[in-house]
T-cell receptor, first 114, second 118 residues
């Protein structure tokens, strides 16, 4: 029972390089989210999606792009990585409808930008 | 803008005692949901408890209860009979309807690190 899977789990980049984080969920959830976690700041929402083909900006969207071409996948891209993007990234998904429904998280992806 | 505040960066509690982790929130939306998540040192995020804004009763899940005071906009987590395994980071979160997207988003507080002493 996979749930939410993130790849890669770890990555080291040099400033200016690009990369894509992949999130896949097998629960047929409508909503998917990308968060970053930094010490003392909790989880901050980068981008989210309320369904296939739709995305929206969260609290800290600058420097990131996302795509949701398939319902089960949510991609987070860094076009030109900066040291400030060193963080742990979490993908999450949830059911649609109502205010109930917890987030189901992936295991996190640790990104270091040198 | 909606906001979640957790004012306790760290808390200590003696094993078997109860502890309250504070959370206040700010929203103008009458319909919202409040959550608590636990993050142990291994890093995964674990859902603990949920409270809806229209729920009359405080939510409970085993040793966890949510002290919901709507007028004060607070949603404190109470852990009874603390165990060593409760040592972790705890996050308060709020889910709101985003009218311009028609969907929901969840935002988090900065977290409280709980240390349970033997």
């Amino acid at each position: 029972n996979a749930g939410v899977t993130q790849t890669p789990k770890f990555r080291v980049l040099k400033t200016g390089q690009s990369m894509t984080l992949l999130c896949a969920q097998d629960m047929n959830h409508e909503y998917m989210y990308w968060y970053r976690q930094d010490p003392g700041m909790g989880l901050r929402l980068i981008h989210y999606s309320v369904g296939e083909g739709t995305t929206a900006k969260g609290e800290v969207p600058d420097g990131y792009n996302v795509s949701r071409l398939k319902k089960q996948n949510f991609l987070l891209g860094l076009e030109s990585a900066a040291p400030s993007q060193t963080s742990v990234y979490f993908c999450a998904s949830s059911k649609s409808g109502g205010n109930t429904g917890e987030l189901f998280f992936g295991e996190g992806s640790r990104l270091t930008v040198l | 803008a909606q906001k979640i505040t957790q004012t306790q960066p760290g808390m200590f509690v003696q094993e078997k005692e109860a502890v309250t982790l504070d959370c206040t929130y700010d929203t103008s939306d009458p319909s919202y949901g409040l959550f608590w998540y636990k993050q142990p040192s291994s890093g995964e995020m674990i859902f603990l408890i949920y409270q809806g804004s229209y729920d009359q009763q405080n939510a409970t899940e085993g040793r966890y209860s949510l002290n919901f005071q709507k007028a004060r906009k607070s949603a404190n987590l109470v852990i009874s009979a603390s165990q060593l395994g409760d040592s972790a980071m705890y996050f308060c979160a709020m889910r709101e309807l985003m009218t311009y997207t028609g969907g929901f988003k969840t935002i988090f507080g900065a977290g409280t690190r709980l240390f349970v002493k033997a």
